[in-house]
Structures are given as C-alpha cells and as structure tokens.
C-alpha cells in the first residue's frame, strides 16, 4: 500500500528537549516536504526537499532543521523547540500528477 | 501573489442531498493544480480529486467532481450523495510547479456537517 508513515502520532515534551520526528514513504517520489497546521493561519510549508541531499526552506522554517540522506525518509528535527512549535505536522510526498500523499499528522506540545 | 479562498467557514447539508464546497484561486502561473483533501477530526488529510490547469475536462472521483471555471478562477467540489462519514474539514489547494518545487498553497478550509 502506498504510504506516507510518520512518528511519533502524539508527543508532549518540554522546552529545549530536541526531538526528531520521523517521515519516510514507499512511492519512491523524489519531492518531500513538511507542514505545521495551527488554527487560524491554516497549512504552512517548513521545508522541502527535491532529492536525496537537496532541501529547502518553505515559509516557516526558523527553529526546525531537515535532512535527505535516503530518498525514503525526510525526518524533522527541533534542535530547542519551543511552546510555539505547539502544532500538528505533516509529512508529504508528492506524485507529479497526482499531487501529495500525507502522513498522519504528528501533534505536538512543547510545555 | 498565488491564494486560495474559500468563502464558506461551515456548510450543512441534509444526507443524501448534494454539496457544493467553494474555491476561488489567483495565479499568474499558467501551469498550476487544483486539489480538494478532507480532514476529518481524526487529523489526517486525506486526498480526494486533481484538477490540472491544462486538463480539458472536470476532474471526477467517485462520488466527488470538481467544477472547474478557469476564466472564473474557481474550482468548486460537488459531493454527490452525501453521507455522514462525509462530515469533516475540506480544504481547497493549489500548486504550481515551479514555484519552490510545487509548494503547496492552502484555503482557509470549510467545515461540512451532514445531517441525518
């Protein structure tokens, strides 16, 4: 079954504590990118990647680091996060022609 | 700049009637897609139909079609028959390729409930 597989669903940390959030996909897409979704300013991209070793940044991308060693994964890091990165994030890959396929959704709370 | 707008926050619709959902978009890129994705309150999102803007004809998907009016710049989704699994957030999307490799541009979204 193609799938986007994100983890962790839930995690609640504390301030400066660095987590990881893990994204990986079995469609072999070349293209990969993160969202966070917090109510009132809708979906906005974090990064992205085109390729293994090639990212980018979206429009949200201070305080979060990204890496593609593979093409499969594309994991989140929040190297200190902080009580605004409370959210729900997605992962996704896309399909040139048939757009994006989404993980999940991992919500976060940073206390 | 490139927007999406969709104009309803909530919708109801009575099970079994037909929706419509409303999406407005502006673009300066001729190359562009349109895409709906229902979130229900679980969280996923949830992909349901593709609109290119080359494609000559209405996208459709099982019970879901999309009405697309390029010189309008719309792309309204029309949910036949609706059921009560059909209660969730939609949200309108549209992408262009070549901008910071085909980001995609989000609407507010509208939250449908189906009545019994």
């Known amino acids: 079954e193609a799938q986007v597989t994100q983890n962790p669903r839930y995690l609640i940390t504390v301030t400066g504590k660095k987590l990881t959030v893990t994204c990986s996909q079995n469609m072999n897409h070349e293209y990969m990118s993160w969202y966070r979704q917090d109510p009132g300013l809708g979906l906005r991209q974090i990064y992205y990647s085109m390729n293994v070793e090639v990212t980018d940044k979206g429009d949200v991308p201070e305080g979060y680091k990204v890496s593609r060693k593979e093409k499969r994964n594309f994991p989140l890091i929040l190297e200190s996060p902080s009580p605004n990165q409370t959210s729900l994030y997605f992962c996704a890959s896309r399909d040139l022609r048939y757009g994006y396929t989404f993980g999940s959704g991992t919500r976060l709370t940073v206390v | ?116």
Do not use: H
């Open chain 2, 1 to 116: 700049a490139q927007k999406i707008t969709q104009t309803q926050p909530g919708m109801f619709v009575q099970e079994k009637e037909a929706v419509t959902l409303d999406c407005t978009y502006d673009t300066s890129d001729p190359s562009y897609g349109l895409f709906w994705y229902k979130q229900p309150s679980s969280g996923e999102m949830i992909f349901l139909i593709y609109q290119g803007s080359y494609d000559q004809q209405n996208a459709t998907e099982g019970r879901y079609s999309l009405n697309f009016q390029k010189a309008r710049k719309s792309a309204n989704l029309v949910i036949s028959a609706s059921q009560l699994g059909d209660s969730a957030m939609y949200f309108c999307a549209m992408s262009e390729l070549y901008n910071q490799g085909g980001k995609l541009i989000f609407g507010q979204g509208t939250e449908l409930s189906v009545k019994p």
